[in-house]
T-cell receptor, first 113, second 110 residues
Framework: DGGITQSPKYLFRKEGQNVTLSCEQN?????MYWYRQDPGQGLRLIYY???????QKGDIAEGYSVSREKKESFPLTVTSAQKNPTAFYLC????????????FGPGTRLLVL | AQSVTQPDIHITVSEGASLELRCNYS??????LFWYVQSPGQGLQLLLK??????LVQGIKGFEAEFKRSQSSFNLRKPSVHWSDAAEYFC????????FGTGTRLTIIP
């Protein structure tokens, strides 16, 4: 089955800790994205990558970092600089960036202890 | 800047009744238009999309949407809702970047 997987489903972060959210896709898509979702708000773009070894900041990149060493993988690190990390994080991919349809993973809920 | 407005935060509909969810967008040219559905604690599933051509678009689960250029709208409809349709619905537009509305939560009552 082709699709996008995210792990873990739930993640707990302590003060001052960095945590990494995993996103893997086997759709052979070039572009991948990370979104943050807060209650009552739409999705906001954190980072995106159009190709391996390249990524760009989205609208709310502060306190986050990413890497794109493989086409299939686009991990997101929530750093200690992100002061309000509690949210639902969604990974998506598309054939390439632009008007193409984005397909989403099941999400990771990050909670602060 | 492009923007998407979903004016209804929460809608309650009786099972078997018809449904219309509203979506208006602001953009200089006609963008690509999408409707996604999200069940609690889940990711987003694509219901349908409009790129060009016929302005009435059919999607999965019996949903359809109509693009009206003159009104900058892309409303989602279903003739008869089922209890399983209870979820959050997001309209989105894309020209280079995908921009989401704030969502409409749909509750179904028996």
């Amino acid at each position: 089955d082709g699709g996008i997987t995210q792990s873990p489903k739930y993640l707990f972060r302590k003060e001052g800790q960095n945590v990494t959210l995993s996103c893997e896709q086997n759709l052979n898509h070039d572009a991948m994205y990370w979104y943050r979702q807060d209650p009552g708000q739409g999705l906001r773009l954190i980072y995106y990558s159009q190709i391996v070894n390249d990524f760009q900041k989205g609208d709310i990149a502060e306190g986050y970092s990413v890497s794109r060493e493989k086409k299939e993988s686009f991990p997101l690190t929530v750093t200690s600089a992100q002061k309000n990390p509690t949210a639902f994080y969604l990974c998506a991919s598309s054939t390439h960036r632009g008007q193409e349809t984005q397909y989403f993973g099941p999400g990771t809920r990050l909670l602060v202890l | 800047a492009q923007s998407v407005t979903q004016p209804d935060i929460h809608i309650t509909v009786s099972e078997g009744a018809s449904l219309e969810l509203r979506c208006n967008y602001s953009y200089g040219a006609t963008p690509y238009l999408f409707w996604y559905v999200q069940s609690p604690g889940q990711g987003l599933q694509l219901l349908l999309k409009y790129f060009s051509g016929d302005t009435l678009v059919q999607g999965i689960k019996g949903f359809e949407a109509e693009f009206k250029r003159s009104q900058s709208s892309f409303n989602l409809r279903k003739p008869s809702v089922h209890w399983s349709d209870a979820a959050e619905y997001f309209c989105a537009v894309s020209r280079e970047k995908l921009t989401f509305g704030t969502g409409t939560r749909l509750t179904i009552i028996p």
